[in-house]
């Protein structure tokens, strides 16, 4: 069975950092593609899902959206099966619940109906 578990989340402040990991097990997570995306406050699971961020199996291939490139990083580490997602000069807006997911394929797309397994979520809250 895969599981996927998110840790690192919490409250900052805007303009400080944040670290999130997900720890998989139960799939070959070295050959899959790799995702982050994030639901805002009163956004209902399953809708509205925002892309964040994507890698590839080999890590050669990175996405992220517009709203956060230059200040977040996606990085993975096969040998520990695990998935970072590095976010700095956080601002409000990235408030929300980030979510990894796993992909069918071993480069992700940005669209959430392609991945197939996802964790739980952990929050993160930036305060103004």
């Known amino acids: 069975q895969v599981q996927l578990v998110e840790s690192g989340g919490g409250l900052v402040q805007a303009g400080g950092s944040l670290s999130v990991a997900c720890v998989a097990s139960?799939?070959?997570?070295?050959?899959?593609?790799m995702g982050w995306f994030r639901q805002a406050p009163g956004k209902e699971r399953g809708k509205e899902r925002e892309?964040?961020?994507?890698?590839?199996?080999?890590?050669?291939?990175?996405y992220y959206a517009d709203s956060v490139k230059g200040r977040f990083t996606i990085s993975r580490d096969n040998a520990k099966n695990t998935l970072y997602l590095q976010m700095n000069s956080l601002k409000p807006e990235d408030t929300g619940v980030y979510y990894c997911?796993?992909?069918?394929?071993?480069?992700?797309?940005?669209?959430?109906?392609?991945?197939?397994?996802w964790g739980q979520g952990t929050q993160v809250t930036i305060s103004s």
């Open positions: 139960g799939h070959t997570f070295g050959t899959t593609g």
């Open positions: 997911a796993s992909s069918r394929t071993r480069i992700p797309p940005q669209i959430p109906s392609e991945y197939n397994y």
């Open positions: 892309f964040v961020a994507a890698i590839s199996w080999d890590s050669v291939n990175i």
